[in-house]
């Protein structure tokens, strides 16, 4: 685990293959996914704040967590908060669908404070809006940071593997997300780059276009696929050249 300080009061943490992230405002934190293999994730983002508290002569903020969506590789420190906001589409991921047998841990039995499109959580100071984005999972949503100009994109905006095989993943739900993006970005103009959680760090406003275009030619027929077995399932991955697609 590494962790990378971004700005004054914007942190993120490296897993291998997987990163989350830890914003403060004025009045309070939020760590945004829980991470992989990181149980302790509540625990080594307190102590970011509390060495935070100490540069700047104040008092530790209080912690609060926010889930992307609820695959496993952004949950394994959710057992340690007795709430965290995610959006309800995402329940029956969370509660109902068991875990892969790889991860040896619990996520908890967290209540969900639902967050819904257009949300705003304000850490003091600090306006975070939610950005409905469904077609990786149901539920999946991006965080603009309003001031500070960045998207943190969970997993649909990225550049490297995204997941669209199994229950409830659906290509044509992703594309019309990406294109509502497309909207938001040339209607507002609200971000200079894109932090997701896989993949490189940032990425380009671009890269939302590109995969619009690219999940386009995969549903038309247009890339060339090769199988793979993954987690005991058969699938197959299209690489269209800004990221690659895992398709059912």
Not at 37 to 50: C, D, K, Q
Not at 58 to 64: D, M, N
Not at 112 to 123: A, K, Q
Not at 162 to 173: L, S, T, Y
């Amino acid at each position: 685990m590494e962790v990378i300080r971004i700005n004054e009061n914007t942190w993120r943490f490296e897993e291998e293959g997987v990163r989350f992230f830890l914003l403060a405002g004025s009045l309070k934190a939020l760590m945004i996914d829980s991470g992989m293999m990181t149980p302790n994730a509540r625990e080594l983002a307190e102590g970011v704040l509390a060495e935070y508290a100490a540069e700047t002569g104040g008092e530790a903020l209080p912690l609060e967590l926010l889930n992307t969506h609820a695959d496993p590789d952004h949950l394994s420190g959710n057992a340690a908060f007795a709430q965290f906001y995610m959006h309800p589409a995402e329940c029956y991921n969370f509660y109902k669908s068991g875990r892969p047998g790889h991860v040896p841990f619990s996520f908890g039995n967290g209540e969900i404070v639902p967050v819904w499109d257009g949300c705003v959580l304000d850490l003091g100071g600090r306006e975070l809006e939610i950005i409905s984005l469904p077609g990786h999972t149901p539920g999946s949503i991006a965080v603009l940071d309003r001031a500070l100009r960045v998207l943190i994109s969970g997993d649909p905006i990225q550049d490297g593997n995204i997941f669209m095989f199994g229950p409830m993943r659906e290509m044509h739900a992703y594309r019309m997300s990406l294109k509502k993006l497309e909207k938001i970005m040339e209607e507002r103009d609200p971000f200079d780059e894109i932090w997701a959680s896989h993949g490189s760090f940032p990425v380009k406003p671009e890269l939302v276009q590109e995969l619009d275009e690219a999940a386009g030619r995969v549903l038309a027929g247009e890339v060339g696929t090769e199988s793979f077995e993954l987690h005991g399932m058969q699938a197959k991955r299209a690489d269209v050249g800004c990221a690659a697609f895992l398709l059912d």
